[in-house]
C-alpha cells in the first residue's frame, strides 16, 4: 500500500530530528523561500493595491496609538476631575442617566456585574485595572505548596497508575516557560472520593474541599472513567465493584465510593482490615435498609478464568445470595487493599531515602512489539514478528536522579532466566553510575 502525504510528511520529519544540522539548513533554505515569496507578491501589486494596503496599515497603527493613550490619560483625568457629578449640570440629570442605564441592565445580579466590569473595562481600562488590584485577597486561599503536595498526591502509585502505551502521553504546557511538554498519562485507582479521604487522613492539617481537590487534579492524572481498553484493570477490585454496582441499584444510598471507611474501624490498621474478630467493624449486612427486599432477581459479572484466560461471565441470583458473596468475599477484598496500600508506600518511603548507596529499581515487562513491513503479502498480516520490550527505571537521591531503561530481545519467553539476563544488564550500568552502590533494592 502506497504512503500517503501526511505519513510521508512524518517520516521526513522524523529523518530530519535525526540529524540537527541538516533540519537547521533546511529550516534556513525555506526561510529564504518564504522571503523570495513575499517579495515576489509585493513586486506584482499594483499601484492601487499598494495605497490601499499602506492606508490599512496606517488606520490599525493609529487605533492602536490611540488605545495606548487612553489607558495612561484615563486614569489622570478621572483624578482631576473635581466634580462628583462629572459634566452633567445637576445631580438630578446625573441620576436620570443613571436609571436609564438600570433599567436596560439585566435581572441577575451575576450578569449585572459582567456588564459592569465590561464597560469599566471598555471605557476605562486603566480605572478597571485599579479595582482589580485592589481586591482583598481571600482569607481561605490555598498556597502554591499546598497546591503542589495535592498534585503531587494524584501522582503517588498508591492513588493513580502510569499507562503503559508508548502513545499514552499528553503535551502539557508550563506556565512559567511557555513550553510544551510530554507526559505520560496516569489512570486513577479509584475514585476521586476515595482519594480525597486518603488524602485527609494522611494530610489533616492541610485544608482544601472536595471542589478544589478535583480541580487541582493534573490534567496528565484521569479519572476512572477514562480508562482505555488496553489499562489493565486489577482483577480483586474490578469483580468487588461489579458486585456493588449491581446492589447500589437496589440500595440508593449504599456508599460504594468509601464502603471500607462505612464498615471498617480505621482502614490504616492492621488489626481492622487483616483480622476478622475486631469487635468495633460492621458488616454489609449492618449498613442496608432493615426493610430491604432481598428475594428478588439480581444478575452482576464477574471476571472468571477459562482454561488460559479470563472471560467476564454473568452470574444470576437473588440479592440474598448477591449480599451474601459481597460478605463472604469483604474480608479478602480489604486485606488485598491493606496489601496493596502497604507496599506502594513503602516503595514511595523507598525512593525518598534513596542515596547512591543504595538504589531502587521498579522493572517489567510491557506489550510485546510487533514488527510491520510497509508492503506485506496476505499471509504475513496473520503472523507478525515480535519482538520483547523490557522496561526499567531506577531512583536515587530521595529520588530526584532517575535513569530510565529499554530493553529490547528476540526472546519472548517472560521467565524468571529472561528477567536476570535483563537486569544484568542495568545492574552492570547502575555500577558504572554508582560505584560505590552497595545495594539494589528491586519492586515488580
Not at 297 to 311: C, G, L, N, P, R
Not at 362 to 391: G, K, M, R, Y
Request: hydrophobic content about 35%; glycine content about 2%; proline content about 4%.
Amino acid at each position: 500500500m502506497p504512503m500517503d502525504a501526511a505519513e510521508r510528511k512524518r517520516r521526513s520529519r522524523a529523518r530530519q530530528r535525526e540529524d540537527p544540522d541538516k533540519r537547521k539548513l533546511l529550516l534556513e533554505k525555506e526561510k529564504e523561500r518564504s522571503m523570495k515569496r513575499r517579495m515576489e507578491a509585493k513586486r506584482s501589486q499594483d499601484e492601487e493595491t499598494k495605497s490601499l494596503c499602506r492606508e490599512k496599515e496606517r488606520l490599525r497603527k493609529q487605533i492602536y496609538r490611540n488605545k495606548l493613550k487612553a489607558a495612561k490619560t484615563d486614569l489622570k483625568v478621572n483624578e482631576s476631575t473635581s466634580s462628583p457629578i462629572g459634566s452633567y449640570k445637576t445631580k438630578r440629570t446625573l441620576k436620570k442617566a443613571v436609571n436609564k442605564v438600570m433599567e436596560a441592565m439585566p435581572v441577575s445580579p451575576t450578569k449585572k456585574e459582567a456588564v459592569v466590569r465590561q464597560l469599566a473595562r471598555n471605557i476605562l481600562p486603566s480605572l478597571s485595572l485599579e479595582i482589580k488590584n485592589c481586591k482583598d485577597p481571600r482569607s481561605d486561599t490555598i498556597s502554591k505548596e499546598n497546591v503542589e503536595v495535592v498534585r503531587k498526591f494524584y501522582e503517588l502509585d498508591e492513588i493513580s497508575r502510569a499507562a503503559p502505551g508508548r502513545k499514552d502521553t499528553i503535551s502539557i504546557k508550563d506556565t512559567v516557560t511557555g513550553k510544551r511538554d510530554h507526559v505520560a498519562k496516569r489512570h486513577m485507582t479509584m475514585s476521586v472520593v476515595e482519594a480525597y479521604q486518603l488524602f485527609k487522613k494522611d494530610y489533616p492539617d492541610i485544608k482544601v474541599g472536595k471542589s478544589k481537590f478535583f480541580e487541582f487534579r493534573p490534567p496528565h492524572v484521569r479519572t476512572m472513567n477514562d480508562i482505555p481498553h488496553n489499562v489493565c484493570v486489577c482483577p480483586q477490585h474490578a469483580n468487588f465493584n461489579f458486585m456493588l454496582e449491581t446492589l447500589k441499584k437496589c440500595v440508593e444510598r449504599l456508599p460504594t465510593a468509601d464502603l471500607l471507611t462505612a464498615i471498617t474501624c480505621d482502614i490504616n490498621s492492621e488489626k481492622c482490615m487483616l483480622e476478622d474478630d475486631c469487635s468495633g467493624c460492621f458488616d454489609i449486612t449492618d449498613i442496608l435498609p432493615v426493610n430491604l427486599v432481598t428475594d428478588i432477581a439480581v444478575v452482576w459479572k464477574k471476571w472468571e478464568k477459562s482454561e488460559s484466560q479470563y472471560i467476564p461471565v454473568s452470574r444470576q441470583g437473588t440479592l440474598n445470595d448477591l449480599i451474601q458473596e459481597i460478605k463472604k468475599q469483604t474480608p479478602i477484598f480489604k486485606r488485598h487493599v491493606f496489601v496493596k496500600r502497604q507496599q506502594s508506600l513503602h516503595f514511595e518511603n523507598k525512593k525518598k531515602n534513596s542515596t547512591a548507596l543504595e538504589v531502587v529499581l521498579q522493572v517489567d515487562f510491557a506489550e510485546n512489539f510487533s514488527i510491520l513491513c510497509q508492503d506485506e503479502i496476505q499471509s504475513a498480516h496473520w503472523s507478525h514478528p515480535q519482538v520483547t520490550i523490557f522496561t526499567g527505571c531506577a531512583w536515587s537521591d530521595a529520588g530526584n536522579a532517575k535513569h530510565s531503561y529499554i530493553i529490547m530481545s528476540n526472546e519472548l519467553n517472560h521467565d524468571k532466566y529472561a528477567v536476570w539476563a535483563f537486569m544484568r544488564k542495568i545492574i552492570d550500568d547502575l555500577k558504572q553510575k554508582y560505584p560505590e552502590m552497595k545495594k539494589v533494592s528491586v519492586f515488580f
